[in-house]
């Protein structure tokens, strides 16, 4: 082995351990998320909740790091709903953190995170009709679930059968222009509508909303990502 390749080695094997390093560190602290959050008023659990998600949600793909700051949210969110079980914004953080992890998650592991996520958006909506978030979520619920074929969608009616069969493709798109209704500029929720509209074939209405996106002021990480991912839809669409 030549010097170069030891040297190689070396910044890899550090790299690795660094990755390591950090991945140790954020299960730490995670597991002293439950204790402290008992402390927390609920203007700490709000900041803290909508901190590890907007963490997350700046991350992209299949990243150990932004599941791990959802869990985070999600723990914080369970810690929310038992202090404040009569308040609907705990309940939709949960489905949105939960809701947000399912991407990344197993087969056998989706189907729980996706009962447990649109458990929380039903009782978050049961309390206020209007929380978007909720209405985001059970979006994303329907639009996943009518997208499943084949083998993936028969073992998911065996567990997800009222979910399965009452999707579509149509029922998301309602979800998010309700939310859309009451968060104009989200646009996450925008470029989500956006994507089903492409999955019905109506490119127009795509078009228009992702328009629609551009024209939006940009005011966090996780909003230049989906205006990153805005601009590479229309470009597919010309």
């Known amino acids: 082995?030549?010097?170069?390749?030891?040297?190689?080695?070396?910044?890899?094997?550090?790299?690795?351990?660094?990755?390591?390093?950090?991945?140790?560190?954020?299960?730490?602290?995670?597991?002293?998320?439950?204790?402290?959050?008992?402390s927390m008023t609920k203007q700490e659990l709000i900041y803290n909740i909508n901190y590890y998600i907007n963490k997350a949600d700046a991350l992209d793909g299949d990243n150990s790091e932004r599941?791990?700051?959802?869990?985070?949210?999600?723990e914080l969110a369970k810690s929310f709903t038992e202090k404040y079980p009569n308040d609907d914004a705990g309940y939709a953080y949960l489905a949105y953190s939960l809701g947000s992890i399912i991407k990344n998650a197993s087969f056998y592991k989706k189907i729980s995170l996706t009962i447990e996520a649109k458990t929380a958006a039903d009782k978050a909506l049961q309390i206020n009709i209007n929380n978007s978030m909720a209405?985001?979520?059970?979006?994303?619920?329907?639009?996943?679930?009518?997208?499943?074929?084949?083998v993936q969608r028969t073992l998911a009616r065996q567990f997800l059968s009222d979910i399965v069969n009452d999707a579509s493709f149509e029922k998301a798109i309602k979800y998010f222009q309700?939310?859309?209704?009451l968060d104009a500029n989200n646009i996450q929720?925008?470029?989500?509508?956006?994507?089903?509209?492409?999955?019905?074939n109506e490119m127009d209405e795509a078009k228009s909303i992702y328009n629609r996106i551009l024209k939006l002021e940009i005011k966090n990480g996780k909003d230049k990502k989906y205006v990153e991912k805005t601009k590479r839809r229309i470009n597919k669409l010309i």
């Open 1 to 38: 082995m030549n010097k170069n390749q030891e040297i190689r080695n070396g910044e890899k094997k550090k790299f690795k351990l660094f990755n390591i390093f950090i991945f140790l560190m954020l299960i730490f602290f995670s597991a002293n998320i439950a204790s402290s959050s008992q």
């Open 67 to 74: 599941v791990e700051y959802l869990k985070k949210a999600s």
């Open 135 to 150: 209405l985001f979520i059970l979006g994303m619920i329907n639009r996943e679930s009518a997208e499943l074929e084949g």
């Open 178 to 181: 309700r939310a859309v209704e």
């Open 189 to 200: 929720y925008l470029y989500e509508l956006g994507k089903t509209y492409e999955k019905i």
